[in-house]
């Protein structure tokens, strides 16, 4: 009886040293990839607005479509207008007038990918120009 119980006990504690094993190594490899997936997404992030400010003054008052790489991202942003309307500004107190303004509103859509992460993002740019 002694030596079935003795059995018993072994296997219970085989079962809970398996078991914290299995759980541990499922923890760190879920730690692992959550963290690599952190690095992944603030690399992203950090392109995103690195692009955002290199092409946000040209994109949509030279070229309407831009294609290129930064940080590892392979880019494209497509700049599309919203709507465009004229405005006259007329300077209080004495100012001199600064004439009439087309003012465009445009959509710039940016589109990212590196490997299998693909994301796309989406702002508006106002841009006024003056006319003669």
Same mark, same amino acid.
């Given at each position: *009886?002694? #030596? ?6 072994? $296997?219970?504690?085989l079962?809970?040293?398996? %078991?914290? &094993?299995? *759980?541990?190594?499922?923890? +760190?490899?879920? %730690? ?11 690399? +992203?992030?950090?392109? =995103?607005?690195?692009?955002?400010? #290199? &092409?946000?003054?040209?994109?949509c ?5 831009? &294609?290129?790489? %930064? ?18 500004? $007329? ?16 959509? =710039?859509?940016?589109? $990212?990918n590196r ?13 006024? #120009?003056? =006319?003669?």
């Amino acid at each position: *009886m002694r #030596k079935a119980m003795m059995t018993v006990e072994v $296997l219970v504690a085989l079962f809970i040293v398996v %078991l914290t &094993i299995s *759980m541990s190594t499922t923890t +760190l490899v879920f %730690l692992n990839k959550t963290r690599s997936q952190q690095k992944d997404y603030t690399s +992203l992030y950090v392109s =995103v607005l690195s692009i955002k400010d #290199k &092409i946000s003054h040209t994109i949509c008052k030279n070229s309407k479509y831009l &294609i290129g790489e %930064l940080n590892g991202f392979e880019y494209e942003a497509r700049c599309t207008m919203l709507s465009q309307n004229r405005n006259y500004i $007329l300077l209080e107190e004495g100012g001199q007038n600064t004439g009439p303004f087309l003012v465009e509103l445009y959509n =710039v859509s940016l589109k $990212l990918n590196r490997n299998t992460l693909e994301k796309e993002y989406n702002y508006t740019v106002t841009v006024a #120009k003056k =006319v003669d």
